[in-house]
Each structure stands twice: as C-alpha cells, then as structure tokens.
C-alpha cells in the first residue's frame, strides 16, 4: 500500500513563496499506482480541487488559477513530488494534499494526510 507524506506548508504573506514536497513509500519507483503524483487542496467551506498533477514521463495537468504561478514537478528516483507555489494569494489558503494514482487526471486512489497553507495579506 502507497503511503503518502507531504511536508513545507506554513503562513506566508501574500506574494510569498512556498515548496510542497511528498515522498511516496510503500512502492517501487516503476509502480503504475504512483505513475501520477499531485496536489489536491481543499480550503474552508469548498469543495476539494485538484491543483496539479505530473505523470513518470513528465505529463503534466494545472487547475487554471494556478497556471504561470505554480510549478510541479518530481523526482522518479527518490517518488518524491514537489509543488513551487509563486506569487501566493490569500485565496491560495487551503489543506493541500498529496494524490497518487495511473492517470494524471484522476481519479487517485492513494491520499496523504494534508499540510496547511496559510497566506495572509
């Protein structure tokens, strides 16, 4: 079974930075459960939405609010994915999770615990 732990949300002023990391345990690097690895967020009030995912070859997929502000990208070797997050708004302010599944799309069956994000004005 796919374990899933995310690390580097904290409070950040609007404008800041931040970099997501989540190293998947549990697999070997050629598992198909970990082809697509990403990011979830769900904040207050709000339904979950998918921020991005990556594929193993690079494949990537972006929420459009998102786009030209956040970067994903992994790390085969180590099934380590990290998400830069540039140019923070408040709106940004949510518990991100990390996914893991076949398709960069969805749907992902492995779920990790979630990490805060907090961006203040």
């Known amino acids: 079974q796919v374990q899933l732990v995310e690390s580097g949300g904290d409070l950040v002023q609007a404008g800041g930075s931040l970099r997501l990391s989540c190293a998947a345990s549990?697999?070997?690097?050629?598992?198909?459960?970990?082809?697509?690895m990403g990011w979830y967020r769900q904040a207050p009030g709000k339904q979950r939405e998918l921020v991005a995912a990556?594929?193993?070859?690079?494949?990537?997929n972006y929420l459009d609010f998102v786009k030209g502000r956040f970067t994903i990208s992994r790390d085969n070797a180590k099934s380590t994915v990290y998400l830069e997050m540039n140019s923070l708004k408040p709106e940004d302010t949510a518990v991100y999770y990390c996914?893991?599944?076949?398709?960069?799309?969805?749907?992902?069956?492995?779920w990790g615990q979630g990490t805060q994000v907090t961006v203040s004005l």
């Open positions: 996914v893991a599944g076949l398709w960069v799309s969805g749907p992902f069956e492995s």
């Open positions: 549990g697999t070997s690097g050629t598992d198909f459960s970990i082809n697509a």
């Open positions: 990556i594929t193993r070859s690079g494949r990537t």
